[in-house]
Structures are given as C-alpha cells and as structure tokens.
C-alpha cells in the first residue's frame, strides 16, 4: 500500500484541527503559542503537497513566507508575553481579566 | 534532478508600489534617525517628520490616481500587485489615517511622558501593510500585507507598557490575530489546492474556464478565508476581541486600528472575493449576508449597554463593518464603490472620535466613562460640538458623509436584498440612540452641588448607616439630580432604588449604576423597611458640608469629592490633536455637503478584474 497524497492532506488536516482545538482548550499562553504554530504548519504541509501533486514549484516557495511570518509573530508574541507576566507568577490567559470579555 | 535551475527573478516596477516603499522606507530612516538625535528633540521631530512621509505618501497615492485614470490599471512585480482605481484610493485613505493618527498621538506620547519615534515607525509599517493588502493581486501578498499590518498592530496595543490593560489587550489581540492568520493560510493553501495558483487573476480564470466537478476543497478554502478576513474586520460571530482591544489599547492606536486595519482587510476582502470568487457568488454571498445580519444586530444593540466610550465605540465599529459588508454582499460595481465610500466616511469620523476620546482621557487614558461626558458642552464647548457632529455622523445624520455613506451602501443592497436593507435600517436606528445619548448627555449640565431639590440631608442618617451601606455613601458628593427621587417613605421605598436604577442606566451614571448595584444588593441582605428608608435617603445625600459630611462619609466620598473636582477642570486640548479633530470634521461636514466629489472619487475607483 503506497502512501498517496490524501494522507499527507489528511495529516495536514489532523494537525491544524489539533492546532484549533489547542488554542481553544488550552490555558497557558505559551502552549497556545505552540499550537497556533502547528495549525501554521499544517498549512505549509498542505502547500507542499499540493506542490508537488500539481507539479508547481511556487507552492513551496509560498512556505518560506508563510515560515518567515511564523517566525516574526513568535518573536512579538514572545516579547509581549515577556512584558506582561513579568510582573505576574504563571502565564494563564485565565489571569488576564482587567476588562470584561 | 541534476543540472542549476535557474529562477527568473521578476521584473519590479517600483512605481506601482512607491506609495509603500515610502511609508516603509520613512519609518526605518525614522527609527535609525531617532536613535541619534537627542531625547527632547526626538518627541517633536518624529511627528513632523511622520507628517512629512504620510503627506508625501498621500502625494504619490494621488499621483498613482491620476496615473490610473489618464492611462489604466496595471499589474506590476510579476502580476503579484495590481494598480487601480481601487488600490489607489485605498492607499489615499490608509495615507490621510497615518497622517491624522501622527497629530493625535504627538499629544498623547507628550502626555503619557512616552515621546520617541516608536509608535510612529509602528505605525507606518502597519500603514503600509494595510497598502499591501489593498494592491495584492496574489493571496500569499494578501497574507504578507495582513501580517504586516498586524503585527505592526500588536506592539501598538501593548505600547503603553505602564497600563496593564495595554499589555491584555495586545495579548488577546495577538492569540485571536494569529489564530484568525493560521487559518487564513489554510484556507490559501487549500484554494491553492483545487485551483493550482495563488494569483487572484488566474484563479477567477481557472474558475471561468473549469467547472469543477468536486468543489469541496475550493469551498473549504473560501470559508476559511471568509472566516480569516471576518476576524480581521470584526463581523460578528469573529468580533470577541474588539471590545477588549480597543478598551485595553491606547487611544490613539485604537482610532488608527479602527480605520487602518478594517480598511486594509476589507480592501482585501472585497478584491478576493469579487475579482476571484466573483463567478461563485452564489455560494459566498448567503454567507456574507448572514454574517452582515448578525453583525449590524449584535453591534447595535450591544453598543447600547456599554458604560465606556471606548467600548461603545467599539461595538460602533463593529456595526461599521456590517454595513460595509453590505456592499460586498452585493457583489456589483456599485456596491464595491458603496463600500469604499463608506471606508472613506468612517476613517474621518473613527479616526476624529478617537482623538477626542484622546484628549478626554487625561493623564492614564483612564478616564472613558460615559458618565464623565456629562456636562462637557459647559466645560469645553469646542470638543463638546466637535464630538457631537462626529457622533451624528457616525449615526448618519443629513449633511454628513456618514448619511451618503449609508445611503450608499443601503442602496447598493436594495437592489437584490431588500430584507437587507431593511435590517441595516433597523440597525442604524438602534445606533442613532446610543451616539444620541452620548451626544445629549454632553449637553447636560452638571447639577451644581447642594442644588438636588426637595432632599433632607440627613447626614446623622449616614452616620447611622454604618458599614452596611457604605456602598451608598460613594454615590458622587455632588449629588446627581437624576438619583433625586421624592423623599420616600419606609412603605414605597422599595422600589424607588430600582426605578433610580433603571434611571441611572439610561442616562449611562456608571457610577450611580454601580453604587445602587451595591446599595440593592444590601437591600436584598436587609429587608428591614428602616434601613431601606435609611439607605434609600442616603443615596439622595447631596454635599455634605465639609468637614462633617466627608467625615461621616469615610474615605469613598471623599476620593470620589476630589475626583469630581479632577473631572471638572478643563482638559488642555494639545494644539496637533485640534488640528485633527478639526480636519476630521471639516472632511466629514464639508464632503457632507457636497457629496460630488467624494462619491465620484468612489464611483471611479473600480477593480481592474471583474469577471
């Protein structure tokens, strides 16, 4: 039995709604981070088999952004997590209640 | 695979894309400008210069304008931008937002003792990814120009690092915009998938030519990107994270996100969805029309019950963009210009209300309650109208662009949807309540202290009060005339704190609200007809003399005597921020008047692919 395509699609499809579903469940803010890279991921992994199944090159060079933004969104993500808990002793979403939502 | 492949690189014709490489190249001058010039002189001279790059930025976007309409739209950079009417006249726009958001921030950054060149730089690359949306011709620039923007906007939110409520709202704002980015790319890459390109003109050629057998990937990838931008506009069921965001924010960057960032995203919107998706309208279109009905409802009616200027207004915004997305539910020429139109219209009027909201912050930008713009027409005549006209604006009051702008996109809707329409109507009625209250509410003068009439000041009655209604005694020292309710007696006083309740909601007293929330809640503790006869009375407690009154008061009347006297004094406009209010309202009174121009701007201001 080879190993076509639709289980590298449905691979894809697997971790981005273990992504999803992380962002939503989960607490910690760095755990969220974590996840919002996997659903990432899985769109890059999703590229990269459409590259190849339609015989395009552009559908891997597509990742390359979309890893550069990854990489951008942590670094911010990262500093404006450092800047808030810093006074704080866990990194729960649960404790950020200042305002209503 | 041996033998170098050898990958043409595009030809790049910097003209179709100088109004972006100036805001990105003043923004990195500025930033390695500022790091050499001394401190107090960078305050003064990172907002000139900023002026200085959105004027020239607004300068080529005009010149790409007359460029477009004397010789056509073009693409440019290997077909992955396009220039037209429409890109044009959304980097005009982005331009004027930039240049306005400079003056109001000048004030701010003075105030909050932040000066530095930062929150300008920020702001210019966030501009010019707004930029990049509106002229992508590609979905993976869509996405770059999104992510440009938007993290340009999650430093913004968390700027003020002393406000804690700053770094909440830049987190929240950070996880719900890049879980809405993730899944953005993923509706890309499976669009990608069933059509076999990311060019928005080559996918609405595939879909002309292909009459796909299994659309099912290319509609999953539709909603995805439905659900991606509908986050980045805050429609309604996507919209949980714009009231926090643009409390917590600073109030500069929350008029500037308001305008800029929905500016880009609907640029966006509209172009990926008419110029690729145009041939499958009638599979997007029952979702967008949905999304419009619950947005325009939820907005309206939940900007009715907020206590916050900042929270309303946000919850305005969202109501904004239902009637936006009105324009692209029509799917046509006319709605596409409509909803232009109404992005023009709504920039000055966000972009203005912010800056007053702005300046009536004070020190902290802490001061956003409704009930701290009662009587603003006596104390600040000038900022009082100026924020009335905005807010009537805004409701689409005649003689502004907010009534064309409406009128517009309500017209763009009647001619397939009248159900539609007449939800929108529906809905700017509810809105037109809640900027009138604010409005009335600014023109209502402030009881003078001791002037509540008919009231007995019992002050032994507060004494004897005691702890359990301790929560009553913080009502305001100046006694509010709404909350004077005639003397009751042991038998009818028990529901005089509701009445006044319901009185005080509706003439949004937060403070008021709160205090007979906590004086109720010691009601329903105590039953005993003498305490609530007590308690009751001391709710009407005018100013007590001084010296007896605080005394017996305790330490709640007396903070909230000297925040009354805070609130009282004038706020010192910074002569930039009256220069933007000013502008806001000249373009929203003046173009209101002579709708020509404007309306024309938008009518001609059309995508250069429609299928």
Same mark, same amino acid.
């Given at each position: 039995?080879?190993?076509? #395509?639709?289980?590298?699609?449905?691979?894809?499809?697997?971790?981005?709604?273990?992504?999803? *579903?992380?962002?939503?469940?989960?607490?910690?803010?760095?755990?969220?981070?974590?996840?919002?890279?996997?659903?990432?991921?899985?769109?890059?992994? $999703?590229?990269?088999?459409?590259?190849?199944?339609?015989?395009?090159?552009?559908?891997?060079?597509?990742?390359?952004?979309?890893?550069?933004?990854?990489?951008?969104?942590?670094?911010?993500?990262?500093?404006?997590?450092?800047?808030?808990?810093?006074?704080?002793?866990?990194?729960?979403?649960?404790?950020?209640?200042?305002?209503?939502? | 695979?041996?033998?170098?492949?050898?990958? =043409?690189?595009?030809?790049?014709?910097?003209?179709?894309?100088?109004?972006?490489?100036?805001?990105?190249?003043?923004?990195?001058?500025?930033?390695?400008?500022?790091?050499?010039?001394?401190?107090?002189?960078?305050?003064?001279?990172?907002?000139?210069?900023?002026?200085?790059?959105?004027?020239?930025?607004?300068?080529?976007?005009?010149?790409?304008?007359?460029?477009?309409?004397?010789?056509?739209?073009?693409? /440019?950079?290997?077909?992955?931008?396009?220039?037209?009417?429409? @890109?044009?006249?959304?980097?005009?726009?982005?331009?004027?937002?930039?240049?306005?958001?400079?003056?109001?921030?000048?004030?701010?950054?003075?105030?909050?003792?932040?000066?530095?060149?930062?929150?300008?730089?920020?702001?210019?690359?966030?501009?010019?990814?707004?930029?990049?949306?509106?002229?992508?011709?590609?979905?993976?620039?869509?996405?770059?120009?999104?992510? *440009?923007?938007?993290?340009?906007?999650?430093?913004?939110?968390?700027?003020?690092?002393?406000?804690?409520?700053?770094?909440?709202?830049?987190?929240?704002?950070?996880?719900?915009?890049?879980?809405?980015?993730?899944?953005?790319?993923?509706?890309?890459?499976?669009?990608?998938?069933?059509?076999?390109?990311?060019?928005?003109?080559? *996918?609405?050629?595939?879909?002309?030519?292909?009459?796909?057998?299994?659309?099912?990937?290319?509609?999953?990838?539709?909603?995805?990107?439905?659900?991606?931008?509908?986050?980045?506009?805050?429609?309604?069921?996507?919209?949980?994270?714009? #009231?926090?965001?643009?409390?917590?924010?600073?109030?500069?960057?929350?008029?500037?996100?308001?305008?800029?960032?929905?500016?880009?995203?609907?640029?966006?919107?509209?172009?990926?969805?008419?110029?690729?998706?145009?041939?499958?309208? $009638?599979?997007?279109?029952?979702?967008?029309?949905?999304?419009?009905?619950?947005?325009?409802?939820?907005?309206?009616?939940?900007?009715?019950?907020?206590?916050?200027?900042?929270?309303?207004?946000?919850?305005?915004? *969202?109501?904004?963009?239902?009637?936006?997305?009105?324009?692209?539910?029509?799917?046509?020429?006319?709605?596409?210009?409509? @909803?232009?139109?109404?992005?023009?219209?709504?920039?000055?009027?966000?972009?203005?209300?912010?800056?007053?909201?702005?300046?009536?912050?004070?020190?902290?930008?802490?001061?956003?309650?409704?009930?701290?713009?009662?009587?603003?027409?006596?104390?600040?005549?000038?900022?009082?109208?100026?924020?009335?006209?905005?807010?009537?604006?805004?409701?689409?009051?005649?003689? $502004?662009?907010?009534?064309?702008?409406?009128?517009?996109?309500?017209? /763009?809707?009647?001619?397939?949807?009248?159900?539609?329409?007449?939800?929108?109507?529906?809905?700017?009625?509810?809105?037109?309540?809640?900027?009138?209250?604010?409005?009335?509410?600014?023109?209502?003068?402030?009881?003078?202290?001791?002037?509540?009439?008919?009231?007995?000041?019992?002050? %032994?009655?507060?004494?004897?009060?005691?702890?359990?209604?301790?929560?009553?005694?913080?009502?305001?020292?100046?006694?509010?005339?709404?909350?004077?309710?005639?003397?009751?007696? #042991?038998?009818?006083?028990?529901?005089?704190?509701?009445?006044?309740?319901?009185?005080?909601?509706?003439?949004?007293?937060?403070?008021?609200?709160?205090?007979?929330?906590?004086?109720?809640?010691?009601?329903?503790?105590?039953?005993?007809?003498?305490?609530? =006869?007590?308690?009751?009375?001391?709710?009407?407690?005018? /100013?007590?003399?001084?010296?007896?009154?605080?005394?017996?008061?305790?330490?709640?009347?007396?903070?909230?005597?000297?925040?009354? %006297?805070?609130?009282?004094?004038?706020?010192?406009?910074?002569?930039?921020?009256?220069?933007?209010?000013?502008?806001?309202?000249?373009?929203?009174?003046?173009?209101?008047?002579?709708?020509?121009?404007?309306?024309?701007?938008?009518?001609?201001?059309?995508?250069?692919?429609?299928?």
């Amino acid at each position: 039995m080879s190993i076509g #395509p639709a289980w590298y699609l449905g691979l894809a499809a697997v971790l981005f709604a273990l992504g999803a *579903i992380g962002v939503m469940v989960r607490r910690n803010v760095l755990v969220m981070f974590m996840c919002i890279e996997l659903m990432l991921n899985a769109a890059n992994l $999703t590229f990269v088999t459409f590259s190849r199944v339609l015989g395009d090159v552009g559908g891997q060079s597509l990742v390359f952004f979309v890893l550069v933004v990854a990489a951008a969104e942590v670094v911010v993500g990262l500093g404006v997590v450092v800047a808030i808990f810093r006074r704080r002793a866990g990194t729960t979403a649960d404790d950020l209640h200042e305002m209503l939502g | 695979m041996t033998g170098l492949v050898v990958i =043409a690189t595009p030809h790049i014709r910097y003209l179709a894309i100088i109004p972006e490489i100036v805001l990105l190249g003043g923004a990195v001058l500025l930033l390695a400008g500022g790091s050499l010039v001394e401190r107090q002189l960078r305050a003064r001279v990172a907002t000139v210069a900023t002026a200085a790059v959105s004027a020239a930025a607004l300068g080529v976007s005009l010149w790409q304008w007359s460029d477009v309409t004397s010789h056509g739209a073009f693409t /440019a950079v290997d077909h992955a931008v396009v220039v037209d009417g429409f @890109s044009a006249l959304v980097n005009v726009l982005v331009s004027c937002a930039m240049f306005l958001t400079a003056l109001v921030a000048d004030g701010y950054l003075r105030r909050e003792g932040v000066e530095g060149p930062e929150m300008h730089v920020l702001a210019m690359v966030s501009a010019s990814g707004a930029m990049i949306m509106a002229s992508a011709n590609d979905l993976i620039v869509v996405f770059l120009g999104l992510e *440009i923007l938007s993290i340009a906007l999650y430093v913004l939110a968390a700027f003020n690092h002393r406000r804690a409520a700053s770094g909440e709202a830049a987190l929240k704002y950070f996880i719900l915009g890049s879980f809405s980015s993730a899944v953005f790319v993923y509706g890309i890459a499976l669009v990608y998938g069933a059509t076999g390109t990311s060019n928005l003109a080559q *996918i609405a050629g595939f879909l002309a030519k292909n009459v796909l057998a299994a659309d099912g990937l290319l509609l999953a990838g539709m909603s995805l990107l439905v659900v991606g931008f509908a986050f980045k506009v805050a429609a309604v069921p996507f919209h949980m994270w714009t #009231p926090d965001v643009y409390q917590g924010a600073p109030s500069p960057v929350t008029g500037f996100m308001a305008a800029v960032a929905k500016a880009g995203a609907f640029a966006a919107f509209l172009r990926v969805f008419i110029s690729s998706f145009g041939l499958l309208r $009638t599979d997007w279109q029952p979702i967008i029309y949905a999304l419009a009905v619950v947005t325009l409802l939820v907005g309206a009616g939940l900007a009715v019950v907020q206590r916050d200027v900042k929270r309303m207004l946000a919850y305005s915004s *969202i109501n904004h963009a239902g009637f936006v997305l009105l324009g692209l539910e029509a799917a046509t020429a006319r709605g596409v210009s409509a @909803s232009l139109y109404y992005l023009f219209a709504y920039t000055f009027m966000v972009i203005g209300s912010f800056a007053v909201v702005t300046v009536l912050g004070r020190r902290g930008d802490a001061a956003h309650d409704i009930a701290s713009y009662r009587g603003l027409a006596r104390r600040q005549p000038a900022l009082a109208l100026a924020f009335a006209v905005l807010l009537l604006a805004q409701a689409g009051a005649p003689f $502004t662009t907010g009534l064309w702008a409406k009128l517009q996109v309500v017209l /763009a809707a009647v001619d397939h949807q009248v159900p539609l329409a007449v939800v929108a109507m529906v809905s700017a009625a509810v809105a037109a309540f809640f900027y009138l209250r604010v409005a009335v509410l600014m023109y209502t003068p402030v009881p003078a202290p001791g002037a509540a009439p008919g009231v007995e000041s019992p002050a %032994e009655n507060a004494v004897a009060l005691g702890a359990g209604a301790r929560g009553a005694a913080r009502t305001p020292a100046s006694g509010e005339a709404d909350l004077s309710t005639p003397g009751p007696g #042991p038998g009818q006083v028990d529901a005089a704190p509701q009445l006044a309740h319901a009185r005080a909601v509706w003439t949004g007293d937060v403070r008021n609200v709160a205090a007979l929330d906590r004086l109720n809640a010691g009601l329903l503790l105590d039953r005993d007809p003498v305490t609530l =006869a007590l308690a009751g009375a001391s709710v009407e407690q005018p /100013a007590p003399p001084a010296g007896l009154g605080l005394g017996a008061l305790g330490e709640g009347g007396e903070t909230l005597a000297v925040a009354d %006297e805070v609130m009282a004094t004038p706020v010192r406009v910074p002569p930039l921020s009256a220069v933007a209010i000013g502008l806001c309202l000249a373009v929203t009174v003046v173009l209101g008047f002579w709708p020509g121009p404007l309306t024309s701007f938008a009518h001609h201001a059309t995508l250069l692919f429609v299928p």
